[in-house]
């Protein structure tokens, strides 16, 4: 059994981003994604206006994205936190 359904919409931007890093740090942030869709889990925070986006932390990249529904969100940034809100 593979567990409750999880989308993950990303913008074309999100993804050049994440192929960008070295492998084993997006790995890594894949699995946060995951952590957080299925459990709830994670360094997770709604940014301030005008910023609509949550943010995630993962090490020192920001998986900036909006939740859309129950284990759904669209991903728009994954940026070094010194990137990541510019």
Request: net charge positive; with cysteine.
């Amino acid at each position: 059994m593979s567990g409750p359904k999880r989308i993950i919409a990303w913008a074309p931007e999100a993804r050049e981003q994440l192929r960008d890093i070295d492998r084993e740090t997006a790995i890594h942030v894949l699995h946060a994604i995951d952590d957080y869709l299925l459990h709830g889990i994670g360094d997770v925070k709604k940014l301030r206006p005008p910023r609509d986006e949550l943010r995630l932390c993962v090490g020192d990249y920001r998986v900036l994205f909006f939740d859309l529904a129950p284990r759904s969100i669209f991903i728009v940034r994954v940026k070094h936190r010194s990137e990541a809100y510019r």
